[in-house]
C-alpha cells in the first residue's frame, strides 16, 4: 500500500511482517515464503512423499498484537504512587489503593538507585527480590535471560526461581523413572514425524490438544502434519476431561475422565495387558527394572490388595469400563504413539494433584508396548520434524548477553561462542546460584509476610536427577532478609496458586520498596510504590528463531515446518517515555556505576551483531544481507536430520539423537538412561535412597502407584466444594499475553464475554450442574471455595461432563471488588481458587489443575474475606 | 462475465482460532481505508462473526464453527435500495455517504452482516479487503483467508463457470439458501451447523464389552442407513433433519427417537 514499508520481527506466536507507515503500525501478517527462500524438507511414506506449505504460520494473540501496542494501558511515562515517600511515609497499607502520579525518568532513576543502594549497604544485595514473568516478548538479545540477567546479576539481587510451572508431574515425577533432567522429565522427540507417518496407526492424545497448545511458540505448524495422518488413516483417541479442539477436529474419540482421575485409566490399561498377555514382554525385560514387583501390584497382589480393573478404573475416573478395555486392547493390537502432553511431554495433567503418578503411568504404557521400536513411541505431533539440527542457532534460553551458566542454559554451547573472555564478558553469577540466595516464587508471600521459608529444589532442576532433592532456605544461611521487590510484568495473581496471597503479601511492613518495570498496567503492577515502564518488542532491535527457546526444551525449532531466523526491527519508536529494557539497564547503569561493564560501549544492535556473528548464520548470509531481508531460511540438509527418538534405547546402543543428555558421567560407557540402572525405572532407584536416607513421602512413592488425587472428588474438601475445576493453558491468549488491555481479543467470544459493560472470563460446565444451580447460559457467577471468590460467565453445555467445571489459567486482569487480595475478583484470576499446597512433602511444584470449587449465579456481592 | 471474488469456509478444518477475526480487525481498526470502508471501532463489530454450536451430548458430541461474513451476495438489498455497490468483481461495498444516518440498512441483511459505527452514523461490513486486493500487493489476498492456519478459509478469483465445477465437485453449499441472495460465500461441510446426528453405542451384555462390527441401521424420515460399528462400538448417523427415526441392531429391541437437535442415545446392550 501507497507510504508502507514491510519490516520483520518476530513474536512467541511465531514471526512476522510489520507494514509501517508514518511511524505507525499499520498491520501484521504471518510470513510468506519467496522463491528465494530454500525449499522444504520431504518425507516419504506410504507411497507419498509430504513437504511442509510454503509459509509461516501465527497465533491468534499474535495477529490481533497490534492492539496491544496501542493499547489505553501501555506505561507511557515512570509513575509514583501518590502517597509514597521513600525519604518520610510510605503508606504501604495503601498499595494498590491510593493511585499515582507522572514523575520524571530522572526523579524515578533516582529514587530507584538511593534505594537498592541504601539496601545493599543495610544488608546486602540478598535484601533484593526480584523476578520476570515467565515470557518475556520474543527476542534474544532482549530476552529476560539476556539483559535482565545481565543487568541484575551485576547490580546483585535476590532472585525468585521459576517452577517448572508447565512440567511439574514430569519434572517431579517422570525424572525419577527415566531421567531427563536436562528437558525436566519430557521425552525427546528426533524425527518422530517419520516414524508416525511410515508406521504408526495409532495417536493416543492425553492431556493433549496440540491444536491450541502446539508444543510452544510454534504458531500453528503442526496442524498440517495431523492433516496427513489422518490422511494416511492414522486414529485418533483423546482423552481430557474437557472435550479440547483437537478432538473436534480428529478425534474418532473422546474419553473423559473426572478431574484427577487419569491415572486411573492409565493403570487400568496396564491391567488389561498384564491379564491378557498383550504387552511386550521381551522389551520389558530387557528395559524395565522394579517391572515384575509393580505388575503384582497393578494385579492387586500389592500392599492395597486391589486389582486395578477397567471396573474400578471406571469407579474412580467415571469412564466406562468396555470403553477403557477396547482401547487397551486397540492399543495393544495397533503400532500407537502416545500423546502424552502438548510437547512430548507437558499436558494439563501434569500440573495437577495426580501430576507425578499421571507421569509415570504414560512411560509406563509406552515401556509395556516397545518405546522406541518403529511407529511405537511417544510423540505429540508438535516436534520432530526432519529440518537441519546441525545447524546452530540458540534459543532465548541460551543465555544471550548474560552468559549467565546458573540461570540459563548459556553454558551448553553459546557462552562460549560469545565471548571471547579478551574485550567481551559475561555477566557472572554471584548470587543466584545452588550456595547463594533465592527463593521459590510459588513461596514469594509466605517469604515475605512469614520470613523464612523451607523447600526443595533450586527452579527447574535440570542438572542432575537428584537435583531436585536438595533442601534450601529463606534467609539463605548469612544473608540478609529481603526489603526491596523489583518485579517485571504483573501476572502472578493470573498465573500462580491461591493467588490472593500475592495481592495481601504487598501490605506485608518488612517489604520497604515495591519497584514495577512493565509494559502495561495490568495484574499486580497496581501494587507498585514506582512504576518504569518498559516497550514491546516492535519498538526496539532484537534477534531470534521461530520456535526456538532451546534451555530445557532442546532443539525446539523442530516444531516449525521451516527454521525461520528473524532480523527484529525497530518498527516504531518506544511509545511515549517508554524504553526497551536495555536501554533502561543502561540509563540506570550509569547511576550505579556499572555502565561500561553493563554496555562495554555496545547498543542493542552492536550486541545484535555479535550475537549473529556467534551463530552459524555468517555461513549462509553476512550481517548486513540478513539485516537487509529481515529474515534466513535454514535450508534442508539432510545430514542434519537427527535419528529416530529412543530407537538406539529400544536397539540398547549408544545414543546417536542430538539429545543434550545424558551426560557422559550419568551414564556406563554412554549406554543407557540416566537413571541409576540405566533403566526404565517402575521402581525408582533415586527416590527408594531417599526414603532410606528418610524422606519418606506418601505422595510420591518409590514404585509407580495409584495415588489419589489430594484434592478432586476423592478429598474431604469435594462434600463442601462438589465441582473439580480443571484449570489449563489458556486457548487464546498466551498465559496473560494479549489478555484484558483493551486488546481485540476481548471480542473473541470464547475468550471473554461482555456484561453490563465489563469483560468477564469465562467458566464453562454442564448442563446438568448449570441447571441444579439456577445457571444459564451467559449469567454471571460466583465461583468460590475457602481460598476466595471470582466473579465468571457462565458458559453452559456439553464440552465437559456434569461434576467438571473449566476455567482457563492466565488471566491478565486482577480487579478486586473490595480490598485486594480478600474479596472476590472480576478480572477473571481463577487461580486464586487453586491450592498452594505443594504437589507433595519433597516435590515443590504446583499442583493448580485439580480444584476443587462451588459455582452460584453472583448475586452482586462483592464477598470480602478476611 | 469478468473473474469474480469467492470465499469458501470449510467447517471441518475450522477450529475457532480467531486469527480471521483478528486479522480483520487488525486490518481496519485504526487504519482508514476510505473510499472502500472508514476505520472499524475498536470493539463490538464482527464483520467475520464466529458461529457456533455443539451437537449432541456429553461424552458424544461434536461442535461446529461457521464464519459469517457479508455473503457478498448477487441480490443484495443495499444494492437494490442504492446503499451499495455491487463491483464487476462481486465485492459488494457500502457507499458510506448514501447510507449515512440510515439505520434501517442494518435490517436489509438477513444474514445480519451489518455492523452501525456510531462515531461515522453509517453502517459498515466486511469489504474482502477489496483495497488489498485493488492494490496488487501483499498479502493480495483477504486478510482473514491470508491469516488462516489451516486453510479452512479460501479465497478464489475465477471465473463463474470455474467457481461452479468448485462447488459440484467439492460439495459446496450456501448458509440458508431458502433466502435466495446468490452468496459468493460457500461452505463445505455445512452439515457440522446446519444438521443433526444420532449416536450411541452397542455393548455385548454378557462380557460387558464395546461390541465392534455391529451392524446398526437407521431409517425414518426417508433415510435408510446401514453402519458398522468400530472398536468402541459407536455409530454417528449424521445430515440428518428433525424428525423421528428407529435405530435397529441384532439381539436388542429397537429404539425410536424423536430428535430436535442432535442427540447421544447411549448404550445399547445386546445378548
Keep these: ?866 | 462475465m469478468s473473474k469474480q471474488k469467492y470465499l469458501v469456509h470449510d467447517l471441518a478444518f475450522c477450529f475457532d482460532c480467531n486469527n480471521c477475526f483478528m486479522a480483520c480487525k487488525d486490518e481496519h481498526v485504526g487504519n482508514d481505508w476510505q473510499p472502500y470502508t472508514a476505520p472499524q471501532p475498536r470493539h463490538g463489530h464482527r464483520w467475520v462473526r464466529l458461529l457456533r454450536t455443539v451437537r449432541g451430548q456429553a461424552p458424544r458430541i461434536d461442535v461446529g464453527y461457521l464464519a459469517l461474513m457479508c455473503q457478498h451476495c448477487e441480490k443484495c438489498a443495499m444494492v437494490d435500495a442504492g446503499f451499495a455497490t455491487r463491483r464487476e468483481d462481486g465485492i459488494v461495498l457500502i457507499d458510506q455517504a448514501k447510507a449515512k444516518g440510515h439505520r434501517e440498512i442494518l435490517d436489509m441483511c438477513p444474514y445480519g452482516g451489518i455492523y452501525w459505527n456510531d462515531e461515522i452514523d453509517a453502517p459498515q461490513k466486511c469489504t474482502m479487503c477489496a483495497h488489498i486486493i485493488d492494490s496488487g500487493v501483499e498479502p493480495y489476498i483477504p486478510r482473514c483467508a491470508h491469516s488462516c492456519p489451516t486453510e479452512a478459509l479460501k479465497f478464489y478469483d475465477i471465473e463463474p463457470e470455474e467457481m461452479a465445477k468448485i462447488v459440484e465437485e467439492e460439495g459446496l453449499e450456501v448458509f440458508h439458501p431458502e433466502y435466495n441472495t446468490n452468496p459468493h460465500v460457500f461452505y463445505k461441510n455445512l452439515y457440522r451447523y446446519t444438521k443433526n446426528f444420532i449416536t450411541g453405542a452397542i455393548v455385548d451384555k454378557a462380557s460387558d464389552d464395546c461390541k465392534e462390527g455391529a451392524q446398526v441401521t437407521l431409517t425414518g424420515e426417508g433415510v435408510n442407513e446401514t453402519q458398522t460399528t468400530d472398536y468402541f462400538g459407536e455409530f454417528k448417523f449424521d445430515k440428518l433433519d428433525p424428525g423421528t427415526y428407529t435405530i435397529s441392531v441384532a439381539g436388542a429391541d429397537d429404539v425410536t427417537v424423536t430428535i430436535k437437535e442432535s442427540q447421544n442415545i447411549g448404550e445399547i446392550f445386546v445378548d
Design chain 1, 1 to 866: 500500500m501507497k507510504g508502507e514499508i514491510r519490516l520483520t520481527n518476530s513474536s512467541t506466536g511465531g514471526p512476522v511482517f510489520v507494514y509501517v507507515k508514518d511511524g505507525k503500525i499499520v498491520r501484521l501478517t504471518p510470513m510468506d515464503l519467496d522463491e528465494t527462500d530454500p525449499e522444504g524438507w520431504t518425507i516419504e511414506a506410504h507411497g507419498r512423499t509430504f513437504t511442509p506449505p510454503r509459509k509461516t504460520t501465527i497465533q491468534m494473540y499474535t495477529a490481533g498484537q497490534k492492539s496491544m501496542v496501542y493499547s489505553d494501558r501501555r506505561l507511557l511515562y515512570p509513575m509514583k504512587r501518590v502517597d509514597f515517600d521513600p525519604n518520610g511515609e510510605r503508606n504501604i497499607q495503601n498499595r494498590g489503593i491510593s493511585g499515582y502520579e507522572r514523575i520524571s525518568w530522572e526523579e524515578a532513576a533516582d529514587i530507584i538507585v538511593s534505594e537498592v543502594n541504601r539496601i545493599k549497604r543495610e544488608v546486602g544485595p540478598g535484601g533484593i527480590l526480584s523476578t520476570p514473568s515467565s515470557h518475556h516478548l520474543w527476542g534474544n538479545v532482549g530476552y529476560r535471560h539476556s539483559t535482565y540477567f545481565r543487568f541484575m546479576n551485576l547490580m546483585g539481587f535476590t532472585y525468585a526461581d521459576h517452577n517448572p510451572d508447565s512440567w511439574e508431574g514430569w519434572h517431579w515425577g517422570a525424572m525419577h523413572m527415566w531421567g531427563f533432567s536436562w528437558r525436566l522429565g519430557n521425552p525427546e522427540q528426533y524425527n518422530l514425524l517419520e516414524d508416525c507417518l511410515q508406521n504408526s496407526e495409532l495417536i493416543v492424545f492425553w492431556s493433549s490438544d496440540p491444536e491450541v497448545n502446539n508444543g510452544i511458540y510454534g504458531g500453528f505448524e503442526s496442524h498440517i502434519r495431523r492433516r496427513w495422518m489422518d490422511e494416511l488413516g492414522i486414529k485418533m483417541v483423546f482423552i481430557d476431561p474437557f472435550y479440547n479442539h483437537s478432538a473436534n477436529m480428529w478425534g474418532m474419540k473422546w474419553l473423559s475422565p473426572k478431574v484427577g482421575t487419569d491415572h486411573a485409566i492409565s493403570f487400568a490399561i496396564a491391567y488389561t495387558w498384564l491379564t491378557e498377555g498383550t504387552y511386550d514382554k521381551e522389551y520389558v525385560a530387557d528395559h524395565a527394572y522394579g517391572f515384575e514387583e509393580w505388575a503384582e501390584y497393578v494385579l492387586g497382589n500389592g500392599e492395597d490388595g486391589i486389582p486395578k480393573t477397567c471396573e474400578w478404573a471406571e469407579a474412580e475416573s467415571g469412564v466406562p469400563a468396555c470403553e477403557i478395555r477396547a482401547l487397551a486392547r486397540e492399543w495393544a493390537k495397533r503400532k500407537t504413539q502416545l500423546a502424552a502432553g502438548g510437547l512430548g511431554g507437558w499436558g494439563g495433567a501434569c500440573r495437577a494433584t495426580h501430576g507425578i503418578e499421571w507421569t509415570r503411568g504414560m512411560i509406563a504404557l509406552a515401556t509395556m508396548q516397545g518405546l522406541g521400536k518403529p511407529g511405537s513411541n511417544m510423540y505429540s505431533t508438535t516436534q520432530g520434524v526432519p529440518t537441519d539440527h546441525n545447524f546452530f542457532f540458540p534459543g532465548y534460553a541460551d543465555g544471550g548477553i548474560s552468559g549467565d551458566c546458573s540461570n540459563s542454559a548459556a553454558g551448553f554451547k553459546f557462552a562460549w561462542r560469545m565471548f571471547d573472555g579478551k574485550t567481551t564478558f559475561p555477566a557472572p553469577v554471584k548470587m543466584n546460584w545452588e550456595a547463594g540466595q533465592h527463593i521459590p516464587r510459588l513461596k514469594i508471600p509466605e517469604c515475605l509476610m512469614n520470613g523464612k521459608f523451607e523447600w526443595y529444589g533450586k527452579g527447574f532442576c535440570g542438572a542432575t536427577i537428584e537435583a531436585q532433592m536438595h533442601p534450601y532456605q529463606y534467609p539463605a544461611p548469612g544473608y540478609g532478609s529481603i526489603k526491596m521487590y523489583w518485579k517485571y510484568g504483573g501476572p502472578h495473581i493470573g498465573t500462580m496458586t491461591a493467588t490472593n496471597r500475592y495481592a495481601k503479601m504487598y501490605h506485608s511492613e518488612t517489604l520497604e520498596f515495591v519497584l514495577s518495570q512493565s509494559i502495561w498496567n495490568e495484574g499486580e503492577v497496581m501494587f507498585a510504590d514506582v512504576i518504569i515502564p518498559a516497550c514491546t518488542n516492535y519498538e526496539r532491535w532484537d534477534i531470534s528463531e521461530f520456535g526456538n527457546c532451546s534451555g530445557y526444551i532442546p532443539d525446539n525449532f523442530a516444531q516449525t515446518n521451516f527454521r525461520v531466523i528473524s532480523f527484529q526491527q525497530k518498527c516504531i519508536e518506544p511509545l511515549g517515555e517508554s524504553k526497551s529494557d536495555y536501554d533502561i539497564y543502561a540509563y540506570l547503569s550509569k547511576k550505579f556505576g556499572i555502565y561500561d561493564i553493563f554496555t562495554e560501549g555496545k547498543d542493542e544492535m552492536a550486541w545484535i551483531e555479535q550475537y549473529y556473528n556467534a551463530t552459524d548464520c555468517p555461513t549462509l548470509m553476512s550481517f548486513e544481507d540478513f539485516c537487509k531481508k529481515g529474515y534466513l531460511v535454514v535450508p534442508y540438509n539432510p545430514e542434519g536430520v537427527p535419528k529416530t527418538a529412543f530407537r538406539w534405547f529400544a536397539e540398547n546402543r549408544v545414543r546417536d539423537t542430538p539429545d543434550w543428555g545424558p551426560a557422559p558421567n550419568q551414564t556406563v560407557g554412554l549406554k543407557g538412561l540416566q537413571t541409576t540402572t540405566g533403566k526404565i525405572e517402575f521402581i525408582s532407584t533415586s527416590l527408594s535412597r531417599f526414603e532410606a536416607q528418610g524422606f519418606v513421602d506418601e505422595y510420591r512413592p518409590a514404585m509407580h502407584k495409584y495415588v489419589p488425587a489430594w484434592e478432586s472428588w476423592h478429598a474431604e474438601v469435594a462434600k463442601k466444594y462438589p465441582l473439580g475445576m480443571l484449570s489449563p493453558h489458556p486457548r487464546f491468549s498466551f498465559h496473560t499475553m494479549g489478555d484484558a488491555k483493551d486488546s481485540f481479543m476481548l471480542d473473541i467470544k470464547d475468550h471473554r464475554v461482555l456484561v453490563d459493560g465489563w469483560y468477564y472470563w469465562i467458566i464453562r460446565m454442564n448442563t446438568v450442574d448449570a441447571e441444579a444451580r439456577g445457571i444459564k447460559d451467559g449469567d454471571l457467577v460466583r465461583a468460590y471455595n475457602d481460598r476466595g471468590s471470582v466473579i465468571l460467565c457462565a458458559q453452559v453445555g456439553e464440552r465437559v461432563q456434569p461434576g467438571t467445571v473449566h476455567s482457563y489459567e492466565s488471566c491478565a486482569e486482577y480487579a478486586p471488588l473490595g480490598k485486594p487480595g480478600h474479596s472476590a475478583d472480576r478480572g477473571g484470576c481463577v487461580n486464586i481458587l487453586t491450592p498452594d499446597r505443594y504437589m507433595s512433602k519433597y516435590a515443590c511444584g504446583m499442583a493448580p489443575n485439580s480444584a476443587q470449587i462451588e459455582v452460584e449465579k453472583w448475586d452482586g456481592g462483592i464477598y470480602e474475606i478476611y
